[in-house]
């Protein structure tokens, strides 16, 4: 018995990567202002193999993280800013949250809603930030990811993401 194989076409990661705003979630702080878009997050990054050490928590760390687009979705600016480990994650979470919302307040015009933005990459404190090309990981699969907030995104781009 043979079964019918289905070509389904590629899609190469779009020239700029739509994102869906999703209030009360992890894309709740993206859309636009005056200047152009913006996605803001509070995430957290965990050094390469401390996730098994029973002293993990001191090697996951806090970040409030804002990145600024124009309009065309090119990437013009991030702020990252440490807030401190899991050792005292619920103060580290708050102290991010609070920057995060000072930032947003000082962005001029803003609006939250879906964005669409081009590829990006910014290092900080050792750790990538922005949205990469992670095909090479997906077996060549084309597949964008915004790092280190692990929100994947495929075709068919419709600014859905998994986690």
Do not use: N
Not at 22 to 46: M, N
Not at 135 to 163: C, I, K, M, N, R
């Amino acid at each position: 018995m043979s079964y019918p194989f289905v070509t389904v076409p590629l899609m190469a990661i779009p020239d700029r990567v739509p994102i869906a705003h999703e209030p009360g979630y992890r894309t709740d702080t993206i859309g636009s202002y005056d200047g152009g878009q913006f996605f803001g997050s509070v995430t957290a990054t965990l050094e390469d193999g401390s996730g098994s050490r029973p002293d993990w928590p001191r090697y996951k760390r806090w970040y409030a993280v804002l990145h600024r687009f124009d309009a065309q979705g090119v990437h013009t600016g991030s702020r990252i800013w440490f807030a401190g480990t899991s050792e005292e994650e619920s103060a580290s979470v708050k102290r991010a949250e609070e920057r995060l919302g000072e930032w947003l307040d000082a962005l001029p015009g803003h609006t939250f809603g879906d964005i669409a933005v081009k590829l990006f990459q910014v290092e900080v404190d050792g750790h990538l930030f922005g949205l990469v090309d992670r095909s090479e990981v997906y077996d060549g699969q084309d597949h964008a990811e915004f790092l280190p907030d692990d929100l994947g995104f495929d075709p068919p781009w419709d600014g859905l993401y998994d986690t």
